[in-house]
């Protein structure tokens, strides 16, 4: 029941950059700046690495950056490190008051 | 700082109510919304609904009709029925908090197993 489209994965060799894109609608990412993105590793919870479609949490490292453009938003890690291999799930808030997450994309370097 | 913890039976019976409580420890249950997350074996997140402090709730609409939450402030946790469950509920279902004016999730529990079978 994924209302985001994400591409199911994406690989890159170390030091080199990727981006994530995340496909919604005029319903969720295209109608709020809510826009957040989760790494997900085996046997653990999910963690925020971006809020409000480009912030980062304190902690987080800066080659994580986030963007959106109409119904589409965007994830990019530059500097891929091998720590980086993991999940990726975007979310968005939407018009009706709750909250979708998109389909996963396992990031392999 | 906040760390949530799942807790409830690993196994639950088809058309039997899967009831989970997540425990709240290192900050209050106020002024936050809390959600329930899961993740099917082999597939991605999906979001179940989210509870206010105040006990105002909403539900993604798959789930509206088999769902329930509530947060008891007293015990800092908040709890999840899902009723009529199949074998198509096995997952892992995460707990996670945002702050009240906020659109994402900052912590996560680390996730419980709940396998439905007979």
């Known amino acids: 029941q994924s209302v985001l489209t994400q591409p199911a994965s994406v690989s890159g060799s170390p030091g080199q950059s990727i981006t994530i894109s995340c496909t919604g609608s005029d319903t969720d990412i295209s109608s709020y700046d809510f826009v957040s993105w989760y790494q997900l590793h085996p046997g653990k919870g999910p963690k925020l690495i971006i809020y409000d479609v480009n912030n980062r949490p304190s902690g987080i490292s800066d080659r994580f950056s986030g963007s959106k453009s109409g119904s589409v938003a965007s994830l990019t890690i530059s500097g891929l490190q091998a720590e980086d291999e993991a999940d990726y799930y975007c979310s968005s808030y939407t018009i009706f008051s709750i909250f979708v997450f998109g389909s996963g994309t396992a990031v392999t370097v | 700082q906040v760390q949530l913890q799942e807790s409830g039976p690993g196994l639950v019976k088809p058309s039997e109510t899967l009831a989970l409580t997540c425990n709240v420890s290192?900050?209050?249950?106020?002024?936050?919304?809390w959600s329930w997350v899961r993740q099917p074996p082999g597939k991605g997140l999906e979001w179940i609904g989210y509870i206010y402090y105040s006990g105002e709730t909403h539900y993604t609409p798959y789930f509206k009709s088999r769902v329930s939450m509530s947060v008891d402030t007293s015990k800092n946790h908040f709890s999840l029925n899902l009723r009529s469950v199949t074998a198509a509920d096995t997952a892992v279902y995460f707990c996670?908090?945002?702050?009240?004016?906020?659109?994402?999730?900052?912590?996560w529990g680390r996730g419980t197993l709940v396998t439905v079978s007979s």
């Open positions: 996670a908090r945002g702050q009240t004016d906020d659109r994402h999730f900052d912590s």
């Open positions: 290192g900050g209050s249950i106020t002024y936050h919304h």
